[in-house]
């Protein structure tokens, strides 16, 4: 026997996302992930801006963006090359 689980009673972020429980509408588990997931992409976003929040100038914040941008850059390089026989 499942036990049934009142969603709206436990689900922390009822406020944020503006949910009003009403008698004809219950939260289902599936937008209680789907809200959870828009909070993980909100704090990976957050998670993101971290390095430029402990940089102090202009320029360090320049070399930061530079320097993750030519390691990706770099990274494509080396997988071209690895693959290169495969790719020409």
């Known amino acids: 026997e499942v036990a049934t689980i009142n969603i709206e009673s436990i689900f922390p972020f ?8 009403t008698g004809d509408t219950a939260m289902k588990i599936d937008t209680a992930r ?3 997931d828009t909070l993980d992409e909100l704090f990976t976003e957050l998670a993101e801006y971290r390095p430029l929040e402990l940089l102090r100038s202009q320029r360090q914040r ?4 530079l320097t ?9 390089c080396t997988h071209a090359a690895i693959v290169r026989s495969r790719l020409v």
């Open 14 to 21: 009822r406020k944020y996302f503006g949910w009003n429980i």
């Open 34 to 36: 789907s809200m959870f």
């Open 62 to 65: 320049a070399d930061y963006l």
């Open 68 to 76: 993750k941008q030519a390691r990706i850059v770099a990274m494509t």
